[in-house]
C-alpha cells in the first residue's frame, strides 16, 4: 500500500497557476497509475487527470484539457498537477489516488485503492 499527502493548493486569483504535489511512500511509486481528482462544494468528487506508469499515457478531464498538465518523477516519488488559466469553477479540494492494479477506468474513482487526504484549492474571481 502507498501513503499519499498532496501539497501546493491554496487561493489564487483568476488566470493564475499552482502546481499541485502529491508525495508518495510505503511502496514502489513506479508501478501505480496516479490520478488527480477534486471535489467542490456540494458537487460529487471527479475526476482532472491521470497518468499511467507503464507507458506513460495522460488522461484529462475536457474541463482542463490544454490547462492542467499531469507529471510524476518516479526518483521522487511524486505526482504533480500543473493548473494554469485557473477559473472560480476550478475552486476545490484536490485528491491523489494511486492505483495498483491497473484493470480499471482511470476516469472513475473506483479504479483507484489509495488516496491522500487532499488539498484545497481556491480561485477568486
Known amino acids: 500500500q502507498v501513503q499519499l499527502v498532496e501539497s501546493g493548493g491554496g487561493l489564487v486569483q483568476a488566470g493564475g497557476s499552482l502546481r499541485l504535489s502529491c508525495a508518495a511512500s510505503g511502496d514502489t511509486f513506479s508501478n501505480y497509475h496516479m490520478g488527480w481528482f477534486r471535489q467542490a462544494p456540494g458537487k460529487e468528487r471527479e475526476f482532472v487527470a491521470a497518468?499511467?506508469?507503464?507507458?506513460?499515457?495522460?488522461y484529462y478531464a475536457n474541463s482542463v484539457k490544454g490547462r492542467f498538465t499531469i507529471s510524476r518523477e518516479n526518483a521522487k516519488n511524486t505526482v504533480f498537477l500543473q493548473m494554469n488559466s485557473l477559473k472560480p469553477e476550478a475552486t476545490a479540494v484536490y485528491y491523489c489516488?494511486?492505483?495498483?492494479?491497473?484493470?480499471?477506468?482511470?476516469?472513475?474513482?473506483?479504479?483507484?485503492?489509495?488516496w491522500g487526504q487532499g488539498t484545497q484549492v481556491t480561485v477568486s474571481s
Open positions: 489516488a494511486a492505483d495498483r492494479i491497473g484493470s480499471g477506468n482511470l476516469y472513475s474513482q473506483s479504479a483507484y485503492q489509495n
Open positions: 497518468d499511467r506508469w507503464n507507458y506513460g499515457g495522460k
